[in-house]
């Protein structure tokens, strides 16, 4: 496309940062599932209203205009604002969490329609039950999955045989589970129990973000969520800042349903 030329899209804000004299710099999914970054020149100029439609976690139609660099963005109109979503602490900063895994994985000119729809569908999942832990971690295999990194969960990584209920293990680096009579040298090898397998089937046979829910006790989600954190750690070789912020958003509310016996009726 020459410079110059005016062109439109559509997608989720995954983040905005403020640059130089008064510019901000937008990151977005688009609907064909790749990453986008444009500029909006000038955007505190713009009124607070035109501004609010670039803010992260926002469906906008945007009109840009191609440049050698990168490109500018003339018009946004938001579609989806999420407010609902963004009114809970709890239910933004898992969005938010989802959004950094989504610019990790996502690439500049590299479509990845299912990754939209699976992130579009995550947000208003988590906005319709921010309690339902699940959606985080069915978010986080499936993420995996749309982008070639599907853990194996039916067959033993190394010897190829079925895998059996109650005998399997898992290797975030060998790329899945293991049967319990193969030990590869130098691989790091992490117990897993059968309620987590069962539950990595299910998330991948329903991967839909609303699917029924699956109620998982505190001790299973934590096993889960270490076991997919370590796989999207890898894939993605790096840390995700916004996982603390969740984690402690969680733990705050944690305290709050189950507060510590020894402070009880303090
Ligand atoms: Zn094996």
New binding site residues.
């Given amino acids: 496309m020459p410079p110059g030329r005016l062109y439109r899209v559509q997608g989720v804000v995954l983040k905005s940062a403020q640059m130089g004299e008064g510019d901000l710099l937008v990151t977005l999914l688009t609907r064909d599932g790749s990453k986008l970054r444009a500029m909006a020149w000038g955007a505190r100029k713009l009124t607070s209203r035109k501004m609010g439609h670039l803010e992260p976690l926002t469906l906008v139609d945007l009109a840009l205009s191609k440049t050698r660099g990168i490109d500018g963005i003339t018009q946004a109109q938001s579609l989806e604002t999420f407010a609902v979503l963004k009114s809970s602490l709890e239910a933004t900063a898992k969005a938010f969490y989802l959004s950094e895994l989504v610019d990790g994985f996502a690439l500049e000119g590299g479509p990845n329609p299912p990754m939209y729809d699976l992130f579009l569908g995550a947000l208003r999942a988590v906005q319709d039950s921010a309690d339902d832990s699940a959606v985080v971690l069915r978010f986080q295999l499936n993420l995996l999955q749309v982008n070639g990194f599907m853990p194996e969960l039916y067959r ?6 079925r895998i059996l209920p109650g005998d399997h293990r898992f290797s975030v680096s060998l790329g899945g589970a ?2 319990s ?2 030990a590869p040298p130098g691989a790091a090898i992490a117990p897993l129990s059968l309620n987590a397998m069962k539950a990595l089937r299910h998330f991948h046979r329903n991967p839909a973000p609303d699917a029924p829910r699956l109620r998982i006790p505190p001790a299973l989600y934590e096993e889960i969520k270490s076991l997919l954190d370590g796989a999207v750690r890898y894939w993605l070789d790096r840390d995700i800042r916004s996982a603390k912020f969740m984690e402690h958003v969680d733990g705050r509310k944690a305290k709050t349903l189950h507060p510590n016996p020894s402070t009880q009726g303090v």
Avoid: E, I, N, P
Avoid at 156 to 161: A, G, H, K, L
């Fill in positions: 033993c990584v190394d010897c190829r045989r293991l049967c009579g193969c």
